[in-house]
C-alpha cells in the first residue's frame, strides 16, 4: 500500500525554522519525483517545492520560498525533507508530500501533475 507520511510541523515565532518529513513506503520511492505543497485556510492549494528522482534530482522552488527552504531526499531512507528557515506568518498552512512516477519539470508545482498525496502537517508561524 503506497503511504506518504508528513511530520515535523508544529508552532514556531516569525524568523524561526522548522523541518518537515515525508515518509515514505509501497512504491519504488527512487524513481518518483516527490514535491511539498500547502494549503492555507481559504487559499488554494500553492505548490512549495519539488526534487526530481534519479541521478539529476533537480529542485525547483516558488518564488515566496526561495533562499529560505531547502528540500532534499534521502533515497536510502525514502524520505524528503523541507528545511524551512526564516519562516514568516504567510508560511502557515498545511503542508503536504506528493508523489508522481511522471512529470515534466515545468509542472513540478501543480498539483494534477501527482497522484498520491499524504494527510498534511500543520505548520503555524506566529508570535
Known amino acids: 500500500q503506497l503511504q506518504l507520511v508528513e511530520s515535523g510541523g508544529g508552532l514556531v515565532q516569525p524568523g524561526g525554522s522548522l523541518r518537515l518529513s515525508c515518509a515514505t513506503s509501497?512504491?519504488?520511492?527512487?524513481?518518483?519525483?516527490i514535491a511539498w505543497f500547502r494549503q492555507a485556510p481559504g487559499k488554494e492549494r500553492e505548490g512549495v517545492s519539488c526534487?526530481?528522482?534519479?541521478?539529476?534530482?533537480?529542485?525547483n522552488y516558488a518564488d515566496s520560498v526561495k533562499g529560505r527552504f531547502a528540500i532534499s531526499r534521502d533515497n536510502a531512507e525514502k524520505r524528503v525533507y523541507l528545511q524551512m528557515d526564516s519562516l514568516k506568518p504567510d508560511d502557515t498552512a498545511v503542508y503536504y508530500c506528493?508523489?508522481?512516477?511522471?512529470?515534466?519539470?515545468?509542472?513540478?508545482?501543480?498539483?494534477?501533475?501527482?497522484?498520491?498525496w499524504g494527510q498534511g502537517t500543520q505548520v503555524t508561524v506566529s508570535l
Open positions: 526534487v526530481a528522482d534519479g541521478s539529476d534530482g533537480w529542485t
Open positions: 506528493a508523489a508522481s512516477s511522471f512529470l515534466l519539470r515545468q509542472f513540478c508545482l501543480s498539483d494534477f501533475a501527482f497522484n498520491y
Open positions: 509501497g512504491f519504488p520511492f527512487d524513481t518518483y519525483t
